[in-house]
């Protein structure tokens, strides 16, 4: 009589075992590279854009190389958030140097470009800083630099053209090769904002 071959429990707990352990090595294996990816992606705050300026200029993120780029999201409408960030951002660049200052290119981008009309941005950016750069966009163009920037913005409250958004409100500083070099909280104080600026000088 044939010896029976092993039976079929044992053969599928073998099975199973081998399974088991390419699960594992799988996990091995990819677990870091995902948590790679978080890395990357936590540095890939930013990137190229194409916006408009008040003068109605196509302008890149490349024509501010060389330079820091302090940039702000809001909008002209904001009744509290925006104007008391830019104030704290005017603050801060007052405290550079003219030498330091020159160094520095303030940006303001609108998340509202339904109403935030050249002449609407031009005067609203003109009463923080004489050389804060107001950018807008058509929805497209807003909606990408939005995504790069990571930077949340939606209609809330109100109807009618009379509407309030939500939006993160964050300073981006970014290097001369237009790379992320960090981010502040609005309610940074000036100083803070502005030994940041020298640090990245
Ligand atoms: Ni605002």
């Known amino acids: 009589m044939a010896k029976p071959a092993s039976p079929p429990p044992r053969r599928i707990a073998t099975a199973l075992a081998g399974l088991a352990a390419v699960l594992i090595l799988a996990a091995i294996a990819i677990v870091p590279r995902l948590m790679q990816m978080n890395e990357t992606s936590a540095a890939t705050i930013g990137g190229p854009f194409t916006l408009i300026d008040t003068t109605g200029k196509t302008v890149t993120d490349a024509d501010y190389r060389g330079k820091l780029m302090l940039i702000y999201f809001g909008y002209t409408f904001c009744p509290d958030v925006c104007p ?9 660049l007052d405290q550079l140097t003219p030498a330091e200052r020159a160094q520095v290119v303030p940006i303001f981008i609108t998340v509202d470009p339904e109403r935030d009309s050249f002449d609407q941005l031009a005067q609203y950016v003109g009463n923080f800083a004489p050389d804060l750069i107001g950018l807008t966009g058509s929805r497209e163009q807003i909606n990408a630099v939005e995504t790069e920037y990571h930077v949340y913005a939606r209609k809330a409250e109100g109807s009618g053209p009379n509407y309030t958004m ?6 981006y500083l970014m290097g001369r090769d237009g790379q992320f070099v960090g981010h502040y909280a609005s309610g940074a104080a000036p100083k803070d ?3 940041g600026l020298r640090k990245a000088l």
């Open 84 to 92: 008391t960030s830019l104030g704290t951002m005017a603050q801060a």
């Open 166 to 171: 939500d939006h993160s409100s964050i300073f």
């Open 193 to 195: 904002l502005a030994a």
